[in-house]
């Protein structure tokens, strides 16, 4: 898959200390990128990242930038500069740190000056290790001189991206860098910096239309929301402060729903930009098949129906249920070459995300039908209906 263009746009600033911002549009180059091989490998992924979360133990005027992603059915990418070269990285909120050179070498340049530390992060379904560094990162038109970055020897399952711009908590970071406690975020130096006056990253995903699946259609904005990007009001839910997910961007539920049918009544888990399908407890998941005539398809791994489902799936977080249509919830049929699917059937992104621990994500299938916020400073998770 392609994606046709980047475009960010950074918003005027006021503070004590004024830093300058531009208003003009950056367009950035066009890349081809192709990484999918099975969509039975994207339900995996997802099913390792559950794996991973649960073997985590230890671990005045508003000034905002916003900058676009593009939508690999996978990831969402972002061009990010560092130093002086620009890095196609994917937007994952279920990790912390920012690292180059899975598909090419991103050894420090001039500007770059090294930490003489290592670096190691398993992501259950991938994984890198190198060296770590500091130098300057751009990204929609704003600046960190200081950034600390890991530049890989080697890495696995990460074909067709260059690395990773890690969102999450900085906690995530603990323990993967040799010389190091943590290190801080780019969201984290950003807001150190007074870049931004607040450490809130608003995310805008929108699904693919047809058999398109290279659409530049996703938008970051840091230190602030887009109210172009949803409709009505964003309603917060605290993060979990414990359990396995409380070290990511964790989130309760209060139930799931298919149609008038109650599938859960509870279940923690992840909101994860990085994460392609919705993942649900075990028992949410044989009663969502039970309740919409569905089964497991053993080829792709997706739940199947032979009669496409008819009712809304719902998920509820304290008193606000979220909800997304039969048209939302499974895959376009315009997409099945892309995908190998078979004709005449009806497959959901909703899966098995398992029967203990955090075994829920709020991947991308939910996330681009609700604008979704990522408050460090409030420690909350916000949603709205997207636009």
């Known amino acids: 898959m392609l994606f046709v263009a980047l475009v960010f746009v950074a918003a005027a600033a006021v503070s ?3 830093v300058a911002r531009t208003a003009s549009p950056i367009v950035l180059p066009v ?4 990484n999918v091989t099975s969509i039975k ?11 991973a979360i649960n073997g985590v133990k230890d671990a005045g005027v508003s000034r905002r930038s916003s900058g676009s992603v593009s939508n690999e059915d996978v990831s969402y990418v972002a061009a990010v500069t560092i130093g002086s070269n620009t890095w196609e990285l994917i937007v994952d909120t279920g990790s912390s740190n920012t690292w180059c050179g899975a598909s090419t070498s991103c050894e420090k340049t001039s500007t770059g000056k ?3 530390g290592s670096i190691e992060v398993e992501y259950g379904s991938g994984s890198f290790s190198g060296t770590e560094y500091t130098d300057t990162v751009s990204f929609g038109g704003l600046t960190v001189t200081s950034q600390s970055i890991g530049a890989a020897s080697s890495a696995s399952g990460f074909s067709g991206v260059d690395g990773i711009i890690g969102f999450g908590p900085v906690g995530l970071t603990e323990g993967t860098v040799s010389n190091a406690n943590t290190v801080p ?9 007074g870049s931004i006056s607040t450490e809130v990253l608003g995310v805008s995903f929108s699904p693919e239309s047809g058999s398109d699946t290279d659409d530049s259609n996703g938008e970051l904005t840091l230190g602030g929301t887009d109210s172009s990007k ?4 964003i309603t917060y839910f605290p993060m979990l402060t414990t359990g396995e997910a409380s070290y990511y961007w964790g989130i309760a539920i209060s139930g799931f729903t298919y149609g008038s049918t109650t599938l859960a009544s509870s279940a923690s888990g992840i909101v994860d930009t990085g994460t392609t399908l919705i993942y649900i407890p075990t028992s949410a998941y044989n009663k969502f098949l039970s309740a919409s005539g569905g089964s497991t398809d053993e080829s792709s791994g997706l739940a199947a129906f032979s009669t496409k489902p008819t009712a809304n799936f719902g998920i509820k977080f304290g008193s606000t249920t979220y909800t997304l249509t039969p048209a939302q919830y499974l895959i376009p049929t315009a997409q099945y070459s892309y995908y190998g699917l078979s004709s005449g059937t009806y497959y959901a992104w909703i899966n ?3 029967s203990s621990g955090a075994n829920t994500i709020i991947g991308q299938k939910f996330l681009e039908n609700y604008y979704s916020v990522f408050d460090t400073t409030n420690s909350r998770i916000g949603f709205a209906t997207g636009v």
């Open 16 to 18: 004590a200390s004024p």
């Open 31 to 34: 890349k081809h990128v192709s």
């Open 41 to 51: 490998n994207i339900v995996n992924r997802g099913l390792a990242r559950i794996d």
């Open 114 to 116: 090294s930490t003489g």
């Open 185 to 193: 975020t780019f969201m984290d130096n950003l807001y150190s910096q």
């Open 230 to 233: 949803y409709s009505g009001s």
């Open 352 to 354: 098995d995300g398992g």
